[in-house]
């Protein structure tokens, strides 16, 4: 089977009901993420940084996967599909992808504060259950979400790296491309790999590596996408 691989983003959730972050109406453009998201906003405000997190872990309990994240799931039957997800949803597993690594945590896990990428601090939590000031990871340290904030690194860079590496087909969904390190899985790509990019905007860096642009919503976009990979 070919190796199908997807960088998906914020877009591929948006019909879902989960705000993108760039867009108009995005997060970035309504709460500072410097503050709420960063490593010093939390050190700065924990009570503050948690209840921004709770209230997005409240959310997606509420939420379900579009028909989008369900066709990529379903691609699994002809396909060998590696998801890289910038997402901390965890909506491509609930439509049934089982290969999915996520760029930037899980909302569903929590971590403690000191050392957030020790597996012996990483845990589910239920999305309905608050963070709260005082909650302890194993190394006794305050409990976070498991999601990479700004100022930190982004350990599953070099796994997606090679990933991408050897895609035999690449498809970006949703994605602005303009956070490092995740956008530089771009120039991985390997050049005989047909590439398609789904998204309403144009997304300026594929564009000039030569993806096919499906201008499209990621639930529409997303058939136009199987009919092109069927012609393949
Ligand atoms: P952005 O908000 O930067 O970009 C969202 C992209 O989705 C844009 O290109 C939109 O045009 C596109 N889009 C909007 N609606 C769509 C739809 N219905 N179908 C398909 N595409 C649609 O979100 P990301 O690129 O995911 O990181 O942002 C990357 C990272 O920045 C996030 O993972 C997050 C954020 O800071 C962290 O929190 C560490």
Not at 24 to 35: I, R
Not at 125 to 149: C, H, N, W, Y
């Amino acid at each position: 089977m070919k190796h199908l691989v997807v960088l998906t983003g914020a877009g591929i959730s948006a019909e879902s009901g989960i705000a993108t972050f760039r867009d108009k109406n995005g997060l970035w453009n309504q709460v500072d993420a410097m503050q709420l998201a960063s490593v010093s906003g939390f050190r700065r405000n924990r009570a503050l940084a948690l209840e921004f997190y709770n209230a997005r872990r409240a959310q997606l309990a509420t939420v379900h996967p579009n028909h989008a994240h369900e066709v990529l799931a379903q691609l699994e039957r002809d396909y060998r599909v590696s998801i890289i997800t910038q997402n901390v949803d965890d909506l491509h597993e609930r439509a049934g992808s089982t290969n999915v690594l996520h760029l930037h945590g899980e909302l569903t896990k929590v971590t403690g504060m000191n050392n957030p990428n020790n597996p012996d601090c990483i845990t589910t939590k239920p999305l309905t259950e608050p963070i709260l000031l005082g909650d302890k990871a194993a190394d006794g340290s305050q409990m976070r979400p498991f999601v990479v904030l700004f100022g930190e690194p982004v350990p599953q860079m070099t796994r997606a790296m090679q990933i991408v590496e050897s895609a035999d087909i690449m498809v970006i969904i949703g994605t602005s491309l303009v956070v490092y390190p995740a956008a530089n899985l771009l120039n991985e790509v390997p050049w005989r790999a047909p590439r398609y990019v789904i998204d309403p905007n144009v997304v300026a860096d594929a564009d000039t590596l030569g993806f096919t642009h499906i201008a499209a919503k990621a639930t529409e976009g997303i058939d136009q996408l199987v009919e092109q990979l069927n012609a393949l």
